[in-house]
């Protein structure tokens, strides 16, 4: 078996910042500002999309995002799972429930959101309050919305920092709270290094295992 090369990340990323992808992950960024300053309905929409993307396709996600936008806020559940089911969504009918059960909060999300401290403490929240968010989809929601710092962790992100040296790959499929936490304040110190929010850290590890800028 051939040994898988090892990545140096802070001079990957410092070529990536002095290329084109520059230009769409600062592109990138001011639409997710823009989004945070849009209306509840908006948002929620935002919140739904990160409902939806996990442990599923991001780009297929989106896909849907873009056909549903208005109902997700005015369908019913079992409305809901039809049409995800129609698009091809993996989880139609847990997610068409985790969608119904959050649209209690949809009308005041984006007051609630800019009530806490911090986005850290929002997270938290999102976590214990909206059924089908862990960290890592309250952390994607949260700089969906314009909000820079909180690490969006899954295992694209785990193996390339295994591959980096960064870290030993974690054994099992399991992220905890500590891990999360812990694996956040390490890309917090890459991002450092680099000159990065967290938010744009993770566009450019994206770019790094994807070739692509998604959201």
Not at 31 to 58: P, Q
Not at 156 to 168: E, G, P, Q, T, V
């Amino acid at each position: 078996m051939s040994e898988v090369r090892k990545v140096n990340l802070t001079n990957e990323i410092e070529l990536l910042k002095n290329s084109p992808v520059k230009k769409t992950v600062d592109a990138r960024m001011k639409e997710f500002e823009r989004v945070g300053r849009s209306s509840s309905e908006t948002i929620f929409s935002e919140l739904c999309f990160c409902i939806l993307t996990a442990n599923f396709n991001a780009e297929r996600t989106i896909k849907i995002q873009q056909e549903m936008k208005q109902e997700f806020a005015a369908s019913t559940q079992e409305m809901l799972a039809r049409r995800l089911k129609q698009l091809g969504h993996r989880f139609p009918n847990a997610r068409a429930k985790y969608i119904f059960e959050a649209r209690k909060f949809a009308k005041g999300l984006k007051k609630k959101i800019h009530s806490f401290e911090n986005e850290r403490i929002a997270r938290e929240w999102l976590v214990e309050n909206v059924n089908g968010l862990g960290f890592k989809e309250a952390s994607h929601f949260l700089r969906n919305i314009g909000f820079k710092n909180v690490a969006i962790i899954d295992f694209h992100i785990l193996d390339l920092l295994a591959r980096s040296r960064k870290m030993k790959k974690l054994k099992g499929k399991i992220l905890n709270k500590k891990n999360y936490l812990r694996i956040e304040e390490l890309l917090e110190e890459i991002g450092e290094k680099c000159g990065l929010s967290l938010a744009e850290l993770d566009l450019y590890l994206w770019f790094l295992e994807t070739g692509k800028v998604l959201k």
